[in-house]
């Protein structure tokens, strides 16, 4: 099946600097790979979104990168805030049903 | 705000209780998936329900059930618990799978079993 982690459990950066999140997957299957925020509290929050085919997408301070050989997704947050500390998750889109198949997440710690 | 709310908020039950947790879907959405997120784990995927069926499941026993009405709000029913069924439970609802990819998240349920 499919399966999606992250490399590290924790990250912290200093306010203003530029955050990397690492994610590994194991099977090809997904049609799309998203990352999700999830606060304290809340439910998990739509960031940016990839398709398969591609390798490169960038959206607001948020770049996320595919590299499909070695199997590895991460998403790049620039000029980190303090709003930006919550726990970031990567998924996979099942190619046939849509269901998203989970990593474990990474919290990220902002520091002012 | 994503317009997809659950309720209850939080949950206490005992082992061999039974348990139903509700949720309406964002405006429009048709589909509805159910995910449990164990402590410092991310989501796992229950089942999804469209036009009323379920359409999907995971690696779930069949003491998880669930239903979808009309309105497209859903409810998952979980039996006979357990106390690893400790979890938040999350619903999620989108457009039909081969619309847009997006899934809306609800806050969720935090049930604990005792």
């Known amino acids: 099946g499919e399966s999606v982690g992250l490399h590290l459990p924790t990250l912290s950066v200093q306010e203003g600097d530029n955050s990397i999140i690492n994610c590994a997957y194991s099977n090809s299957a997904s049609d799309y790979f998203i990352w999700y925020k999830q606060e304290s509290g809340k439910g998990p929050q739509f960031i940016i979104d990839i398709r398969s085919n591609m390798d490169k997408r960038q959206g607001q301070r948020v770049t996320v990168l595919l590299n499909k050989t070695v199997k590895h997704l991460s998403l790049q947050i620039a000029a980190t805030q303090p709003g930006d500390s919550a726990v970031y998750f990567c998924a996979g889109r099942g190619s046939t049903l849509g269901r998203l198949y989970f990593g474990r997440g990474t919290q990220l710690t902002v520091w002012p | 705000e994503t317009g997809v709310t659950q309720s209850p908020t939080h949950l206490i039950k005992t082992r061999g209780q039974q348990v139903t947790l509700r949720c309406s879907s964002q405006?429009?959405?048709?589909?509805v998936s159910w995910y449990q997120q164990a402590l410092g784990q991310g989501p796992q995927f229950i089942f999804q329900?469209?036009?009323?069926?379920?359409?999907g499941r995971g690696n779930f026993p069949p003491r998880f059930s669930g239903l979808q009405f009309p309105n497209y709000s859903s409810e998952l029913n979980v039996n006979a618990l357990e106390l690893d069924d400790s979890a938040l439970y999350l619903c999620a609802s989108s457009l039909p799978f081969g619309g847009s990819h997006e899934q809306f998240f609800g806050p969720g349920t935090r049930l604990t079993v005792l």
């Open positions: 405006s429009g959405h048709n589909t």
């Open positions: 329900y469209y036009r009323e069926e379920e359409n």
